[in-house]
């Protein structure tokens, strides 16, 4: 079993920031550490994705350049760093895991509660 807790949300204006953290724990940790997001009538959607051993990245394109995602191995936390927020990044923002690399929400096994993020014009 993996247990996500995902802290940081919160009210902000357009063009602010916001660190979102992820605390991971269990017996066995998987590969590869998501972010997702899920606004109120959508699907939820890929984010940004690292993995656990190498460090390396990737994103979605809505958030390409403004979004960074890093892990802490000694920590096992994750953090999405969000710049320039604008009003469409309104959503729940869910940490998973996955033991694949993938994009699509069924790949990860692991969610944590989720953590709202409301961004003001």
């Known amino acids: 079993q993996v247990q996500l807790v995902e802290s940081g949300g919160g009210l902000v204006q357009a063009g602010g920031s916001l660190r979102l953290s992820c605390a991971a724990s269990g017996r066995t940790l998987r590969n590869f550490m998501g972010w997702f997001r899920q606004a109120p009538g959508k699907e939820r959607e890929f984010v940004a994705r690292v993995s656990w051993n190498f460090g390396s990245t990737y994103y979605a394109d809505s958030v390409k350049g403004r979004f960074t995602i890093s892990r802490d191995s000694a920590k096992n936390m994750v953090y999405l760093r969000m710049n320039n927020l604008k009003p469409e990044d309104t959503a729940v923002y869910y940490c998973?895991?996955?033991?694949?690399?993938?994009?699509?929400?069924?790949?990860?096994?692991?969610w944590g509660q989720g953590t709202q993020v409301t961004v003001s014009s």
């Open positions: 998973a895991a996955a033991s694949i690399v993938s994009t699509a929400p069924e790949a990860y096994d692991y």
